[in-house]
Nanobody, 117 residues
Framework: QVQLVESGGGLVQPGGSLRLSCAASGFTFSTAAMSWYRQAPGKPRDLVARITSTGDFTSYADSVKGRFTISRDNAKNPVYLQMNSLHFEDTAVYYC??????????WGQGTQVTVSS
């Protein structure tokens, strides 16, 4: 069974940084593309960043380009989201995501990121 466990969220001031981690298990991590999504209150869940299985290619939402970096360690199975220059609008619950041939879209429980002064 696919398990995704996010960590690293918290309260940070505008302009600050956080690094989110997603521990993955229950599937062949090194062959799976991984994504980070976020959902603010009253808004839909939006794609933030995606990384291919090898880590060779990444893509980002326009709102986070140049500030966020997605990465992965295929030897240890985590995927990371480094978030710099955080804005108030980055406040949301952040979710780790992958698609599995048997289970479809798989999600973690989410980690709260709050940007506030």
């Amino acid at each position: 069974q696919v398990q995704l466990v996010e960590s690293g969220g918290g309260l940070v001031q505008p302009g600050g940084s956080l690094r989110l981690s997603c521990a993955a298990s229950g599937f062949t991590f090194s062959t799976a593309a991984m994504s980070w999504y976020r959902q603010a209150p009253g808004k839909p869940r939006d794609l933030v960043a995606r990384i291919t299985s090898t880590g060779d290619f990444t893509s980002y939402a326009d709102s986070v380009k140049g500030r966020f970096t997605i990465s992965r360690d295929n030897a240890k199975n985590p995927v990371y989201l480094q978030m710099n220059s955080l804005h108030f609008e980055d406040t949301a619950v952040y979710y780790c995501n992958t698609w599995h041939w048997r289970y479809g879209d798989c999600w973690g429980q989410g980690t709260q990121v709050t940007v506030s002064s």
